[in-house]
């Protein structure tokens, strides 16, 4: 006779929490493109020197404005042919990658700080706080974003710091008022109650009870607000305020490659379809997340 | 009905004053009015003339009064670039960046709309993850990018549209197409989901028993109530569409104010700027308004909530 075996007996329990996240991640395709794919932008901008021959900054007036290596006269020296200043265009849109990625997290960091902040102890508090709460996620709808990030940047300058920081701060109205909602939500729940029943200070039931249960949707709101981060980061650079040249950033490619579009435009669909494909990458990662935490969410 | 007309104005009428606070700062922060007023040689002397002329030497809430004084009876101040009245400036171009945000927002309802609705009814087929698929599409192009990509497509492959100016209705074609495919999207989800909720509810399923044909069912009956949300969200984004149209009015070249609002940043020129945003802000801020008002006057049940 043979002592049952420890996995017989874990087979015949309900699958772990655990266990079912780990199902439901295996089974959604979108989740696992799209984090791949985060994934995969992230390794070629952390290896970028070691993927490239090239410095991004190198100027060859020899070699300007050379085709892909698909194009007429394209080699496999320069695999996405040259900017026109002879620059190697894989390795500008290699390091552009870094920018992004800086932004998007930076920006996406900063604001759901502040965002959460504010929406929780809005959420949490209710009255009259939560009425200056909504005052101010008024305010921040009525203001247009770009004009004020436009603004912004032309009185404290492009510098990446700087970008980071206006982005995140102009933001976080999303963050507030998901976290204010699920807060409210959470703040009549019977744990919640139990808790104050039981004397605990207000700080600890808002870090020990009401944080961990929203930390899932502060997460999809801030994979969102990242590509949202990048999409302005481009535009803003793209319009001339925002990353500074020579600095290679994707929108500022893009502007560049704009005066030669008619006859080179792989100087501009290039960095424009690399944009394009982190954001959806990024947007399918955070959709993935949201129906894997919370799948009832879904539609 | 009265209290809950009461309570948005105050909170319109708060947001308004902090929004124009914040235009007000935003000058002030930009730099030495006075010193770019009177101009690059001005010696220190006529830099304090300038400023006593133009009461800048006032403490600021004052000058912030005095400002909305001025606001108040049509007088925005003056370009620091031409010197032209700054509420001329934004008269002139004011019917393009209309035009254009109107057009947009039509063109996206008009697509947005039936592709809910279809989305919701087929949910969970290949017609509803076309519709999802087209959302992310629309949600992830970068429209200053997709502007270019149009204008290479159509106006030097095809030449079939113009690509640059505002003189005439094929003009806005390609702008209102990159304009309005960034508030496509959230008008479609926001479809689909009001459909997939009222077609789950009671009421459906006794229009349904009743026999109806299924177009009755779906745009009398259902299409009624899924499109109450989409409806405000639409007015919001005529908001948002205003101050996106910096953007797009760029890449085309059309001399509207959101074009206008670009140059003036690239030129310091900061109350040209500082009136724009407020004038955006207050768009959105009356359009916010008028969707809650509205919606209310539809359903009772937010009044009282």
């Known amino acids: 006779m043979t002592e049952p075996s420890k996995k017989s007996n874990i087979s015949v329990m309900a699958p772990s929490p655990t266990e079912i996240m780990r199902r439901r991640v295996r089974g959604h395709t979108g989740f696992l493109l799209g984090s791949g794919f ?7 901008a952390v290896f970028a020197p070691y993927l490239s021959p090239y410095d991004p900054f190198e100027q060859n007036l020899n070699t300007r404005l050379v085709n892909p290596v698909w194009g007429e006269g394209g080699t496999w020296a320069h695999i996405l042919g040259t900017d026109s200043l002879g620059r190697d265009y894989w390795t500008r849109i290699l390091y552009g990658a870094r920018i992004s990625l800086t932004v998007g997290f930076g920006a996406a960091i900063i604001s759901g700080l502040i965002g959460s902040v ?4 809005g959420g949490y508090f209710g009255g009259r706080i939560d009425g200056v709460v909504m005052y101010l996620i008024n ?12 603004s912004l940047v032309s009185i404290f300058g492009g510098s990446l710091i700087a970008l980071v920081c206006i982005l995140g701060f102009l933001f976080w109205d999303r963050f507030a008022v998901v976290t204010r909602s699920v807060t409210l939500q959470i703040r009549n729940n019977d744990f919640v109650t139990a808790a104050e029943a039981v004397g605990a200070s207000k700080l600890r039931i808002i870090f020990g009870e009401v944080l961990p249960n929203v930390a899932n949707h502060i997460i999809v709101v801030a994979s969102l607000e990242m590509a949202i981060a990048i999409l302005v980061e481009a535009v803003l650079s793209f319009l001339g305020l925002g990353i500074q040249p020579p600095t290679p950033s994707w929108g500022l490619l893009v502007s560049e490659g704009r005066n030669f579009m008619f006859f080179k435009p792989f100087l501009i669909t290039l960095p424009g379809l690399a944009i394009f494909f982190l954001v959806i990458a990024i947007n399918l990662m955070g959709d993935g997340i949201r129906d894997v935490t919370s ?3 879904r539609n | 009905m009265g209290g809950f007309i009461g309570q948005r104005l105050s909170v319109a009428l708060l947001v308004a004053i902090t929004v124009s606070v914040i235009g007000f700062a935003l000058l002030r922060l930009s730099g030495d009015l006075a010193a770019d007023i009177a101009g690059e040689d001005a010696t220190p002397e006529e830099i304090a003339e300038v400023a006593q002329l133009y009461g800048l030497d006032l403490p600021l809430h004052v000058q912030y009064f005095n400002w909305v004084g001025k606001t108040v009876t049509g007088d925005l101040g003056e370009s620091l670039f031409t010197n032209e009245p700054v509420l001329d400036l934004i008269l002139e171009r004011i019917e393009v960046t209309l035009l254009l945000a109107f057009y947009s ?9 039936p592709l809910g609705v279809l989305a919701a009814i087929r949910v969970n087929t290949w017609i509803d993850r076309l519709a999802l698929g087209i959302a992310v599409f629309g949600q992830a192009i970068p429209n200053f990018w997709f502007g270019l990509i149009l204008i290479y497509v159509f106006g030097v492959i095809l030449r079939w549209l113009p690509i640059s100016g505002s003189d005439s209705f094929a003009h806005y074609i390609l702008p209102t197409i990159a304009l309005g495919t960034s508030v496509m999207p959230a008008l479609m989800r926001l479809t689909r989901t009001g459909m997939l909720e009222v077609l789950d509810s009671e009421y459906i399923r006794t229009a349904w028993a009743k026999g109806l044909r299924p177009r009755v069912v779906f745009f009398k009956h259902a299409l009624r109530n899924a499109i109450l949300p989409v409806v405000s969200l639409a007015a919001v984004s005529l908001g948002f569409l205003l101050g996106g149209s910096v953007i797009v009015e760029t890449v085309f070249a059309l001399n509207g104010i959101g074009l206008l609002a670009y140059q003036s940043i690239l030129r310091s020129d900061f109350p040209v700027v500082q009136s724009i945003l407020v004038f955006v802000s207050f768009a959105y801020i009356i359009l916010t308004l008028a969707s809650d008002l509205i919606n209310a006057r539809l359903d009772p049940r937010i009044r009282f909530d």
């Open chain 1, 38 to 44: 985060v994934l995969l932008v992230l390794l070629l």
């Open chain 1, 118 to 121: 504010i929406g929780i102890i």
């Open chain 1, 139 to 150: 305010v921040k709808l009525a203001l247009p974003g770009i004009l004020i990030a436009l």
């Open chain 1, 295 to 297: 799948p009832e969410g």
């Open chain 2, 105 to 113: 927002l039509v063109v996206a309802l008009i697509v947005a709309i």
